[in-house]
């Protein structure tokens, strides 16, 4: 195809610019965040996308009319040009000089540069599922200052960015370049919905679930109407107007969704339709995948696990430690911290050769690292984040807000007069009924105030020559590369379950508000790593046997009592709800010599 030269028109474009069934798309769009990514000197510098059947179906048998992409600095610019081609290095289809008065930057403007096309251009034919169209920019630099490539703040899907003629997507993101389409595909008025997922909420009462949409028409998006259903029966019609416009095609946006929960404690089937985009009906509402929604009998209390991941010899572990203390003091009881140590003094085999840690450590990659519910994985100080800022608390914050479906209660006592043998009574009370139960318990015991002798026993310091403005690690600076004097404290030192959870732990059926009893006995007296009885805890897990996710948990102090009663009169026996024998089966009465758990107590009989 013979090139076209066309002089650009350079235009802030708005929505008076662009016509009512134009609309800008992307393989980025705003929604993923824009970061500067590698610098770009002096030379030539070729950016681009490309853009298919597959990854780009509104544009199959439409129309580009316009380009607009992002420049960190435009000061080192000496020429940019904008072109499009079936193929990278081929003859563009369209190529057209920016004059430099026109460009515009993130440093001086804080806009894109936006580039009209004379005439518009026919891309992606529909007869040719193969078919694609390389759009982008060439720069020529000086040598100063740099000019960044600007892109998504994660990575980007293939074809999202390339480099005089690489694929660096999956390194640099996608290339925070659009191009502004026409089309047969393109609505007017268009919306998709994602899945909601399993929601959880108090009963008889209104509740919110969050929902993401996607602008996928011309006009942007304003305002939605919703409905949702629950157990085939439909609610009134609700609005939301969103705080700013989506007017992107491709750009989600939150939707909080409003709705009635039914008062009956069970499971029931929930589904969510868009059904207007701006007040006006839409053809097809968009539905989300139809989800499950566990309406409780009563509130419970969520409380959130950390399974840090960390060793003595870890010279950055300390950053653990100190994240680990400033969540206890922002959150209380409802955080639980349990230290897993690995390949010094304190390592338990079972947590450490599980499958979770294993698992986990490939997500994350070393120490030191941290499992939040066993649904965030991250940095125990530095969150998701590498500034080395203090963010775990955000992430935490986010673990709280769950609705858990059932409370956990732990009870523990001696076996013998020589504390040698540890009893745990956990208690699970679910606040919701359901046939098929999909849950197990976990429990670990930890201990404070480990210490010992050796250099394995001392903590590496990372931080000592740390020069940050970080109070809670500016406190380990000039510390010495080895704290000395240091105590371990929440470290596992026995733990059952781990992977999964304990079979037989969790029965069904679940009935609402009638707890479950399960015991647990951990071998105290030949364990190395128990150096005070007073200051051992017992940490249960709710685990979620579908993900592997954390429900509930909940952690008590060691108990001093020994677990011996009288015997009960047998009109006392009549009176106990129901009883348990150690391996937590339920029995009809606790008729023969042995040890069961009677209405939450411990009886010898």
Not at 83 to 94: M, Q, R
Not at 347 to 356: K, L, Q
């Amino acid at each position: 195809m013979k090139t076209r030269w066309i002089a650009a028109l350079l235009l802030v474009m708005t929505a008076a610019t662009v016509s009512a069934q134009q609309s800008w798309w992307g393989l980025w769009n705003s929604s993923q965040g824009l970061t500067a990514r590698s610098p770009l000197y002096d030379g030539s510098h070729d950016l681009y996308v490309r853009l298919t059947a597959q990854n780009s179906p509104l544009l199959v048998g439409g129309r580009i009319h316009g380009v607009r992409f992002y420049l960190s600095d435009k000061t080192a610019v000496r020429s940019c040009r904008v072109w499009l081609s079936s193929a990278y290095g081929s003859a563009p289809l369209i190529q057209c000089q920016v004059p430099l008065a026109d460009l515009r930057d993130l440093s001086h403007d804080g806009q894109a540069t936006e580039v009209s096309f004379a005439d518009a251009v026919d891309v992606l034919p529909a007869q040719n599922r193969y078919a694609s169209v390389y759009v982008g920019f060439t720069l020529q630099l000086d040598a100063q200052p740099a000019c960044h490539l600007m892109g998504s703040a994660g990575k980007g899907a293939a074809n999202s960015c390339f480099y005089n003629g690489q694929d660096i997507s999956a390194t640099y993101g996608a290339l925070a370049l659009q191009v502004l389409a026409t089309g047969p595909a393109i609505a007017e008025r268009a919306v998709t919905a994602q899945a909601v997922g399993e929601q959880v909420a108090l009963g008889g009462g209104e509740a919110t679930l969050p929902l993401t949409a996607t602008s996928q028409g011309a006009e942007p998006v304003e305002s939605v109407g919703y409905v949702v259903t629950i157990d085939g029966e439909s609610q009134p019609e609700r609005s939301y107007t969103l705080p700013q416009a989506a007017d992107e095609m491709g750009c989600p946006f939150s939707v909080p969704v409003s709705y009635s929960v039914p008062a009956a404690a069970v499971p029931h089937a929930l589904s969510v339709a868009l059904t207007r985009v701006n007040g006006t009906p839409l053809s097809a509402a968009a539905t989300a995948p139809a989800a499950t929604l566990i309406a409780l009998s009563r509130p419970t209390t969520k409380r959130t696990v950390m399974e840090e991941f960390t060793g003595s010899w870890c010279h950055n572990c300390v950053r653990g430690i100190a994240g680990i203390n400033l969540i206890a003091q922002q959150q209380g009881d409802r955080f639980i911290a349990i230290a897993v140590h690995s390949q010094d003094p304190m390592e338990v085999a079972a947590y450490r050769g599980s499958t979770f840690y294993s698992d986990c450590m490939k997500v994350l990659g070393g120490l030191p690292s941290c499992s939040i519910d066993r649904w965030i994985d991250c940095d125990p100080y530095c969150g998701r984040n590498t500034t080395g800022a203090f963010l775990t608390d955000d992430l935490v914050a986010e673990a709280l807000q769950r609705t858990a479906v059932a409370d956990l209660t732990v009870s523990t006592s001696w076996t013998d007069a020589a504390e040698s043998s540890l009893r745990c009574d956990v208690a699970t009370d679910f606040a919701y009924s359901v046939a098929d139960g999909h849950y197990a318990l976990m429990l670990v015991l930890t201990a404070d105030g480990l210490t010992g002798t050796g250099t394995d026993w001392q903590q590496r310091n990372g931080y000592n020559d740390y020069t940050g403005t970080e109070e809670a690690l500016m406190a380990y600076a000039g510390k010495g590369i080895y704290l000395t004097d240091i105590t371990f404290d929440h470290v596992a030192v026995d733990v059952a379950g781990v992977d999964g959870g304990l079979a037989g732990s969790i029965s069904a059926p679940i009935v609402a508000d009638q707890p479950q009893h399960y015991i647990h006995t951990f071998d105290v007296g030949s364990n190395t790593l128990v150096q005070d009885r007073q200051r051992l805890s017992v940490v249960a897990l709710l685990i979620d046997t579908r993900d592997g996710s954390v429900v509930n948990a909940a952690k008590t102090a060691v108990s001093s009592a020994v677990g011996i009663a009288p015997v009960p009169s047998a009109a006392t026996m009549s009176q106990q709800p129901a009883a348990y024998d150690l391996q937590g089966r339920r029995v009809a009465k606790p008729s023969r010599p042995g040890v069961y758990i009677v209405g939450g107590k411990t009886i010898i009989r």
